[in-house]
């Protein structure tokens, strides 16, 4: 564990965020977001966890923290840490039942939900609870009775000999204990942490996981902001990952199942994700599609809401002063340089654009550092393609500086929530082109009624198309009269809908009634703010 030292230090304070791989050490659209909010209330004394994979991962802090930020304490959950001394024991039978019986109705929730649609009825919800206090050092499963006790080894035997479908139990063996080290360093931060008079998690997770342990150990209410729905995400991530083992032979696997491994991982991400929700005394989503899909997870229903993002439309909207009258050929795609944002489609885009346009220029403003050895593959096809001199990858960038020379914002990703750099580029008097994921549609085609009656802001096209993208790229460029309609739908979609000040309005809200003392009130009790 690193606390920054060159942060004041506090006894306490308002709102601790816990956050997972985002602000202030990786740079994109949550740990912008996260920026915001906090400046956003200087009223509040704000802390943060953050969470990370390992130290090497991670550089210097790609933010300046406001002035009422203090404490952060920086944890990385791959760390080695020397483990408990071995001590032989039985086990506690009545936690390692509890246990077992939270996997069974996990496993039988998990079926009807891909029977039906939906969680199945049953009270998993209060077993999941259950558990979270017994995790501490000391606790009947804790990291000592996890490694060493007669009982946990009983549970994973058993546990393989049911349902592993891998013939490896070795790797099961470590699989296991791989995946469930994180849960003890969370259950001693959670005990160690200072006081706060509220959390906020800005994803479910291992972060989520935390603020399950803080909800129930301090009884201060739990906020849950999600952007994109972490389960999927992790899923996404899970699925294109090539360090996950899978020893069947060639003859004993079913193409159409998933291989062991990768589902535990995947089942076990899901087990934190409905932690959360249990905990959660609010759960915010961006937009009404990931709200239900919050439910279609396990969140209650009536503790549900959506609080859209919201972009410093004055600082933004002076960009336009300084744009030329004809959208230059520029193509902008601004994120990071990773699997999920496919910049290798945008780069393929760029190869019909140019030959159309052979002036046209494919800026890819974004770090390179989280992955990189997909940042170097996508170099390689721009290589190969021929567009060293076209595509040009440019590394971080402020928007301020880049908005104004730019024609359209690109986005090619196959997963995304609300995208804050759409937004942002309409306010800067930019369209967008943009993959038909999360929110994108809503935003550059509107929602039904007025909005969407005020016209398109740019287009919307299938994932992993490039030829589509190019296509839609082409039609704004070469037509400005098209161009400038979508300038102004943009700007005026942003204008009604998108606005800092409205988001600010929506978290002030929850924030002073989760600020309030909730008396031991179980989560969700004694909200009366709208959905």
């Known amino acids: 564990m690193t606390t920054t030292s060159a942060l004041p230090r506090s006894e306490s304070v308002d709102v601790m965020l816990l956050l997972e791989g985002t602000f202030p050490y990786v740079s994109g659209g949550v740990s912008s977001w996260v920026n915001q909010i906090v400046r956003g209330f200087p009223e509040y004394r704000f802390g943060a966890v953050f969470l990370g994979s390992r130290p090497e991962d991670y550089g210097d802090m790609r933010y300046a923290l406001p002035d009422n930020f203090v404490p952060l304490e920086v944890h990385h959950v791959q760390d080695v840490r020397e483990p408990p001394a071995a001590a032989s024991h039985r086990g506690d039978a009545k936690a390692f039942e509890l246990n077992a019986a939270l996997h069974e109705t996990l496993r039988a929730a998990r079926g009807a939900q891909g029977a039906q649609g939906g969680i199945a009825p049953g009270n998993a919800g209060e077993r999941r609870r ?66 706060a008079r509220c959390y906020h998690s800005i994803s479910t997770g291992y972060a989520g996981l935390l603020g399950a342990m803080l909800r129930q150990r301090t009884g201060r209410r739990l906020l849950l902001s999600e952007h994109g729905i972490y389960t999927k995400e992790r899923k996404i991530d899970l699925f294109q990952s090539t360090w996950i083992a899978d020893n069947r032979g060639v003859f004993d696997k079913d193409p159409s199942q998933v291989a062991y491994f990768r589902d535990t991982w995947v089942r076990f991400f899901e087990t934190l994700g409905r932690m959360c929700y249990d905990a959660s005394d609010r759960i915010v989503a961006l937009y ?23 972009i410093n439309l004055p600082r933004l909207a002076a960009l336009r002063e300084r744009r030329r009258d004809d959208p230059p050929p ?5 994120g990071r340089v990773v699997p999920i944002k496919d910049v290798k489609t945008f780069i393929r885009a760029m190869r019909t654009v140019v030959a159309r346009l052979p002036g046209a220029e494919g800026w890819i403003a974004g770090p390179e550092d989280e992955d990189p050895a997909y940042a170097e593959e996508c170099h390689a096809i721009a290589a190969s393609l021929g567009l060293q001199a076209s595509v040009k990858f440019l590394g971080f960038q402020k928007i301020d500086d880049i908005l104004p020379k730019v024609g359209l914002v690109v986005l090619s990703s196959i997963s995304e929530a609300l995208p804050l750099v759409l937004l942002e580029g309409f306010a800067a008097g930019v369209p967008a082109v943009a993959t ?5 549609r809503q935003l550059i085609h509107g929602l039904p009624g007025d909005d ?63 600020l309030q003392d909730p008396k031991g009130a179980a989560p969700g009790e004694g909200w009366t703010g709208g959905a």
């Open 288 to 310: 009404e599609t990931n709200r239900l899909r919050q439910i279609a997870d396990g969140a209650p229903p009536e503790r549900t809401t959506n609080v859209a993002n919201g």
């Open 452 to 514: 969407a009656a005020s016209g398109a802001a740019g287009d919307v096209v299938r994932i992993a198309d490039p030829e589509a993208l190019a296509g839609a790229a082409l039609r704004l460029l070469e037509d400005p009269a098209a161009w400038r309609a979508a300038q102004a739908a943009g700007i005026r979609r942003v204008e009604t809908l998108y606005t800092q000040d409205m988001m600010f309005g929506r978290y002030r809200e929850l924030y002073e009634w989760a």
């Open 436 to 440: 038909d994921v999360g929110s994108c």
């Open 330 to 334: 520029v193509l902008c795609l601004i």
């Open 130 to 195: 259950g558990i979270v206090p017994m995790l501490a050092d000391g606790g009947p499963l804790s990291e000592r009775a996890f490694l060493y006790s007669e009982r946990s080894w009983e549970f994973v035997t058993d546990q393989y000999r049911r349902f592993c479908t891998d013939p490896s139990f070795v790797d099961y063996f470590w699989t296991v204990r791989i995946m469930h080290a994180p849960i003890w360093m969370l259950a001693r931060i959670a005990g160690s942490l200072i006081p």
